[in-house]
T-cell receptor, first 116, second 108 residues
Framework: GAVVSQHPSRVICKSGTSVKIECRSL??????MFWYRQFPKKSLMLMAT?????????EQGVEKDKFLINHASLTLSTLTVTSAHPEDSSFYIC????????????FGPGTRLTVL | GQQVMQIPQYQHVQEGEDFTTYCNSS?????IQWYKQRPGGHPVFLIQ?????EVKKQKRLTFQFGEAKKNSSLHITATQTTDVGTYFC????????FGQGTRLTINP
């Protein structure tokens, strides 16, 4: 099946710093990627849709200035958590549809962010 | 927006017992997808259902899509310890909205 990678897998940072998370589709092109956030033992919450060549679409309640998304190419989307605070600590997962109108989603392995 | 409700939130069974998780929506769904997330892992695609009344099987797993395309279920027959994890349903074309997930734990 299609492979999506995410980097880094784990990051610990100090409060006030910015953290960049990369999501790559390794063997297919993705004009659209999705970013999710997952709290412990909770479901995946869609944060935003990353669109290659245009602005990301954010879900209601997600601060676009806080979570910057850049879809630099057909295989790379980045999520930057700006001025991170402890409440931003979470598991961030990206996904990419592998083709078709009703696409299955291929998920990256996730990035666990801990803000001290 | 589209919402799917999933129950139960947790299920603990003895190994060998059956397990079922249900997803329900107030609106007609174009499709429904099922994912499994092992503890510490990421969601992995299991199956997609598109047709009304569709039933698909994968070994001990049986997936159903309701006639009205508003509900779906995942049934595992004779659970094994490898079935442990959280099962999520997701609905929507491209942009998936997930149910709350059902966390399955198994007593060996």
């Amino acid at each position: 099946g299609a492979v999506v990678s995410q980097h880094p897998s784990r990051v610990i940072c100090k409060s006030g710093t910015s953290v960049k998370i990369e999501c790559r589709s390794l063997d297919f092109q993705a004009t659209t990627m999705f970013w999710y956030r997952q709290f412990p033992k909770k479901s995946l919450m869609l944060m935003a849709t990353s669109n290659e060549g245009s602005k990301a679409t954010y879900e209601q309640g997600v601060e676009k200035d806080k979570f910057l998304i850049n879809h630099a190419s057909l295989t790379l989307s980045t999520l930057t958590v700006t001025s991170a605070h402890p409440e931003d600590s979470s598991f961030y997962i990206c996904s990419a549809p592998a083709g078709g109108m009703t696409d299955t989603q291929y998920f990256g392995p996730g990035t666990r962010l801990t803000v001290l | 927006g589209q919402q799917v409700m999933q129950i139960p939130q947790y299920q603990h069974v003895q190994e060998g017992e059956d397990f079922t998780t249900y997803c329900n929506s107030s609106t007609t769904l174009s499709n429904i997808q099922w994912y499994k997330q092992r503890p510490g892992g990421h969601p992995v695609f299991l199956i997609q259902l598109v047709k009304s009344g569709e039933v698909k099987k994968q070994k001990r797993l049986t997936f159903q899509f309701g006639e009205a395309k508003k509900n779906s279920s995942l049934h595992i027959t004779a659970t094994q310890t490898t079935d442990v994890g959280t099962y999520f349903c997701g609905a929507g074309a491209q942009k998936l909205v997930f149910g709350q997930g059902t966390r399955l734990t198994i007593n060996p």
